[in-house]
């Protein structure tokens, strides 16, 4: 345990269906990043937030994507209209900006399946 | 797009040394040498990182060549749990630094 949450762990959605996935970072970080990973593949790289400020966004995230960190806490990641492509594991990882070796610790991540 | 490569698969005896090469020929001076494995159904989970000198911790140790183009991550006494996916990658220090994965090498220890 990392110490990093994720919620639900499991969600099977039909298609045209909206999805919202939570993340509880550990405490004290102030970064709060957010992955897709397809069977296979490593983790794709989604989105990052610095306290509250969503600073990057992959060109993955499509409009269909929203993510929010609204007091720099936990997160929240939306997905409208799910299509079977979104279906894959979503991990949450956090860190501390002033930690000296960069590390990220992640969550155990929610498997979307789209049916 | 991934700057490392590594082996698609790799095993190893149970309790033998395991030793995961990665090139990364084009890293630039202010990266480092990141390594994170993926146990099935886990997240990722930092091993050890290095610039230029050869680092190890409680987990492995991490050997980088003097031209700084590969690297090996040894694990020393492989037990079954060190089964995994292991990433090489190379990131600025400096940066946010979002982590770009490649498709890792899967490190199965045999009894």
């Known amino acids: 345990d990392t110490g990093v949450s994720q919620d639900p762990r499991h969600k099977i959605t039909k298609r045209g269906q909206n999805v919202t996935f939570r993340c509880d970072p550990i405490?004290?970080?102030?970064?709060l990043y957010w992955y897709r990973q397809t069977l296979g593949q490593g983790p794709e790289f989604l989105t990052y937030?610095?306290?509250?400020?969503?600073?990057?966004k992959s060109r993955l995230l499509s409009d269909r994507f929203s993510a929010e960190r609204p007091k720099g806490s936990f997160s929240t990641l939306e997905i409208q209209r799910t299509e079977q492509g979104d279906s894959a594991m979503y991990l949450c990882?956090?860190?501390?900006?002033?930690?000296?070796?960069?590390?990220?610790?992640f969550g155990p991540g929610t498997r979307l399946t789209v049916l | 797009d991934a700057k490392t490569t590594q082996p698609p698969s790799m095993d190893c005896a149970e309790g033998r040394a395991a030793n995961l090469p990665c090139n990364h020929s084009?890293?630039?001076?202010?990266?480092?040498v990141y390594w994170y494995r993926q146990i099935h159904s886990q997240g990722p989970q930092y091993i050890i990182h290095?610039?230029?000198n050869n680092e190890t911790n409680e987990m492995a140790s991490l050997i980088i060549t003097e031209d700084r183009k590969s690297s090996t991550l040894i694990l020393p006494h492989a037990t079954l749990r060190d089964t995994a996916v292991y990433y090489c990658?190379?990131?600025?220090?400096?940066?946010?630094?979002?982590?770009?994965f490649g498709s890792g090498t899967r490190l199965s220890i045999r009894p």
């Open positions: 990882a956090s860190s501390l900006a002033a930690a000296a070796n960069n590390e990220q610790f």
């Open positions: 405490s004290e970080h102030n970064r």
């Open positions: 937030f610095q306290n509250e400020a969503q600073l990057e």
């Open positions: 084009t890293i630039s001076g202010n990266e480092y």
């Open positions: 290095g610039l230029k």
């Open positions: 990658i190379v990131s600025a220090y400096s940066s946010a630094s979002k982590i770009i």
